[in-house]
């Protein structure tokens, strides 16, 4: 039983933890929201976590002499690692929990029981921080459910302590579902909070030399009726601002009073420095220019990201172009080469959409792509600043991270929020390089946010989502990622959702044709819109995307 955590004691845990979430790592997979095929959760945290085995492994005895201790060096490596390594949302988080231990612990010469809760509670904050809306019944709740026991201990035995952290998280985690109606409708808990629990007892078992008594598998909720309510954005501000600030404290405040004064949903976070330091702003608003503005006066914003929300009713339809004559058009404004030490990055899963997204003037970078691989793709354009479009939310992490890390490099990077590439297309085709670099940010943001976006796909597995029931094979419809229609046959799924978005008005539908879609499905779907909707003009192309048969986008 160990008295304090060393370096070998690090580098044990490391081990151990990346070896418990291989061998769950399907289990956290199948841990998923929507009975989709692409939960990846499990995944990520076992890429994430490799990573900074790896960063460990090259470089564990040797620290600057003077500046840290052995067991702080060996965190620092291990949390520079993951977040190099880092994937998806649970990867960024995880990274940000290892960070905040590796800050609380680096100079502590003894690392025993409250030292860790202190170092668990920083983590906490780092974890929150880097979420820009933090919702509770997630990895987020599960790490302060830890740091909360292991202070609440006051005890300054390191395996007393280890063990009360662990216990609460996982107590936290069954009680996620509770707490996030998603979670409740699939019947699973947390995804990211199964493996930090993994991780936690990886941790007890490294400290105590005993494996926890909890079950190998936890069990699936019981899923209550469909019908929760979800968050729509707020009704009476049209636009979503978030960015990072550089500032004071005392004009963060002058700031927040001013954002206050035309605005609302508020949420100014900072790193919890007194003389200066990092803040992230989130503000819904109707006036864009003026909220950047804000936060100009106050510091330094940068990373900013605007989205507006969804129109329920748009205009009525009117009569398009021809398709490749507004394939020209739209090829003719978006790509333009980097210009002027410009650069665009787009993350792109399937062979199609990256050729499609190249040939608008974009650098490429693969589907669900490490912070460190992203990074890459950033300064391979030699461009001083550049916009990156994750397309996807796991991806939009990580490009957070990125943005981050291009800063301490000289590079601008403002990410915009896609999620689908339907919305990347729509939002590199009004790029204008003769723009201001923030007004074309925020060009492309609108023109992102106007593109309604959906997605076919069929089920993975039996579960009760917000439009009723569905079974293994059942074919799925979501619109901006919540499930719209559940049908047996893909083609009549995938005209009906058509419809259905073209009901609130569209003058545009691209479709995005999968790797494993059946042969005539875009011909067909063309051919629905065509008859039902005249003035619609649709663009077709092989998009090559896994698990879903179908992307459609709607501007």
Not at 184 to 190: E, L, P, Q, S
Not at 263 to 270: I, Q
Request: hydrophobic share 45%; charged share 20%; proline share 5%.
């Amino acid at each position: 039983m160990l008295d304090t955590l060393d370096a070998a004691a690090v580098r044990s845990w490391c081990a151990s933890g990346l070896a418990v979430l291989k061998r769950h790592q399907r289990e956290i997979d199948d841990l998923n929201v929507y009975p989709v095929p692409d939960g990846d959760t499990g995944t990520n945290l076992v890429l994430t976590l490799t990573s900074a085995q790896q960063a460990l492994a090259m470089d564990l005895d040797t620290h600057a002499a003077g500046t840290r201790t052995p067991h702080g060096h060996a965190l620092r490596l291990m949390a520079r690692g993951a977040l190099l390594g880092a994937r998806g949302n649970s990867g960024v988080i995880l990274s940000q929990i290892l960070q905040g231990l590796a800050d609380t612990l680096a100079t502590v010469p003894q690392v025993r029981g409250r030292a860790l809760a202190a170092a668990l509670r920083a983590s906490t904050g780092a974890a929150y921080a880097a979420v820009a809306r933090p919702v509770e019944g997630t990895l987020l709740t599960v790490v302060a459910a830890a740091a909360e026991s292991a202070e609440r201990t006051t005890s300054d035995d390191l395996p007393v302590v280890v063990r009360a952290a662990a216990g609460a998280a996982a107590t936290a985690l069954a009680r996620t579902p509770e707490q996030l109606p998603a979670l409740a409708r699939a019947g699973v808990v947390d995804a990211g909070g199964r493996g930090l629990c993994l991780l936690l007892d990886a941790l007890v078992e490294v400290v105590t030399g005993e494996v926890p008594a909890r079950a190998a598998t936890m069990p699936r909720a019981a899923p209550p009726p469909a019908g929760a309510a979800r968050e729509t954005g707020s009704p009476e501000y049209a636009y979503e601002v978030q960015f990072l600030l550089d500032a004071e404290p005392e004009a963060v405040r002058q700031m927040r009073d001013t954002l206050d004064g035309f605005g609302d949903s508020l949420v100014v976070v900072g790193d919890g420095g007194t003389t200066g330091g990092t803040w992230q702003v989130h503000v819904h608003v109707n006036d864009v220019g003026a909220a950047i503005e804000a936060g100009v006066v106050a510091g330094r914003p940068y990373q900013i990201s605007v989205t507006r929300f969804v129109d329920q009713v748009t205009a009525e339809p009117v009569a398009g172009q021809d398709s490749r004559a507004a394939q020209g058009g739209r090829a003719a404004q978006g790509g333009r080469a980097a210009q002027g030490g410009r650069a665009a990055v787009v993350v792109a899963a399937g062979a199609g959409i990256a050729e499609l997204l190249a040939g608008e003037g974009a650098v490429v970078a693969p589907g669900n792509p490490s912070t460190g691989e992203l990074l890459d793709a950033v300064r391979s354009t030699r461009a001083a600043r550049v916009v990156v479009l994750p397309n996807d939310p796991d991806a939009q992490a990580v490009a957070n991270q990125v943005a981050e890390e291009a800063y301490r490099l000289g590079i601008e990077v403002s990410v915009v929020p896609t999620r689908s590439p339907v919305q990347a297309l729509a939002a590199l085709a009004v790029r204008d390089p003769r723009r201001r670099f923030a007004d074309d940010v925020i060009a492309m943001a609108e023109a992102a946010g106007a593109c309604r976006y959906a997605e076919v796909c069929r089920a993975g597995r039996e579960a009760l989502t917000v439009a009723g029931p569905c079974r293994a094979g059942d074919v799925l419809a979501l619109v901006e990622g919540e499930v719209h229609l559940i049908g047996t046959d893909l083609v009549d799924t995938c005209t009906a959702l058509v419809d259905r978005l073209l009901g609130g008005g569209g003058e545009l539908v691209t479709l995005l044709v999968g790797a494993d879609a059946p042969d005539g499905l875009a011909d067909a779907v063309r051919t629905h819109i065509t008859g039902r909707w005249p003035f619609v003009e649709v663009q077709a192309y092989a998009g090559g995307q896994p698990h879903y048969p179908l992307l459609v986008g709607v501007e």
